[in-house]
């Protein structure tokens, strides 16, 4: 079936100006995790949601980041007032079940560039 | 706080040799440690993961291998071809109660070299 899609895959941004990223997860999954990568590093967690339900947010790095998940399926990432720093690929992975061994499958990323 | 430390950050082998990437974590009671392979405007894509209830997993020209005690894993790559070059990623999930995250070593840098 199909993997895990987020869009856009590009963004550009003017600084202060708010964005909104989407990550289909693959059909069926209950968890959805959120990932940041900065140039060069690892995935660093953002945050977790089961079904609708975010149940983690731990890593989100500031308020003006906000995440979504309504009907337990689609998940928004907005940033508000976005800062040169907000700068990095965001990641949206899912997985079958809320099980800490379970696996992960990453989407593409959506690459943002703060201006 | 959770930590994966990897090494080394990169990796030149020829074509055919093999490469091996090491990784410690810091929770001992971490149980679950993939691997992910990342090319270049892609995500991680897994390509191996081993759990706490094995030492060592196979699978064709990719072996992950797991030391609770002195917790660290390692992933060995034999008969190494070009196809392979990538950034390769550790990760584990560590012990916190309703935490299901991954924690990400930071990477290394693959080039194999024909």
């Known amino acids: 079936g199909a993997g895990v899609s987020q869009s856009p895959r590009y963004k550009v941004a003017k600084r202060g100006q708010d964005v909104a990223l989407r990550c289909d997860p693959i059909s069926g999954h209950v968890s959805l995790f959120w990932y940041q990568q900065a140039l060069g590093q690892g995935p660093e967690f953002l945050t977790y949601?089961?079904?609708?339900?975010?149940?983690?947010k731990s890593g989100l790095p500031s308020d003006r980041f906000f995440a979504e998940r309504p009907e337990g399926s689609v998940s928004t990432l907005k940033i508000q007032r976005t800062q040169q720093e907000d700068s990095a690929v965001y990641l949206c992975?899912?997985?079958?079940?809320?099980?800490?061994?379970?696996?992960?499958?990453f989407g593409p990323g959506t690459r943002l560039l703060v201006l | 706080g959770e930590n994966v430390e990897q090494h080394p950050s990169t990796l030149s082998v020829q074509e055919g040799d093999s490469a091996v990437i090491k990784c410690t974590y810091s929770d001992s009671a971490s149980n679950y440690f993939p691997w992910y392979k990342q090319e270049l405007g892609k995500g991680p894509q897994l390509i191996i993961d081993i759990r706490s209830n094995v030492g060592e997993k196979k699978d064709q020209r990719i072996a992950v291998t797991l030391n609770k005690t002195a917790k660290h894993f390692s992933l060995h790559i034999t008969e190494t071809q070009p196809e392979d070059s990538a950034v390769y990623f550790c990760?584990?999930?560590?012990?916190?109660?309703?935490?299901?995250?991954?924690?990400f070593g930071k990477g290394t840098k693959l080039s194999v070299i024909p």
């Open positions: 990760a584990a999930t560590f012990g916190r109660a309703g935490s299901y995250q991954l924690t």
């Open positions: 992975a899912s997985s079958l079940y809320e099980r800490r061994q379970e696996t992960q499958y």
């Open positions: 949601f089961q079904n609708e339900a975010q149940l983690d």
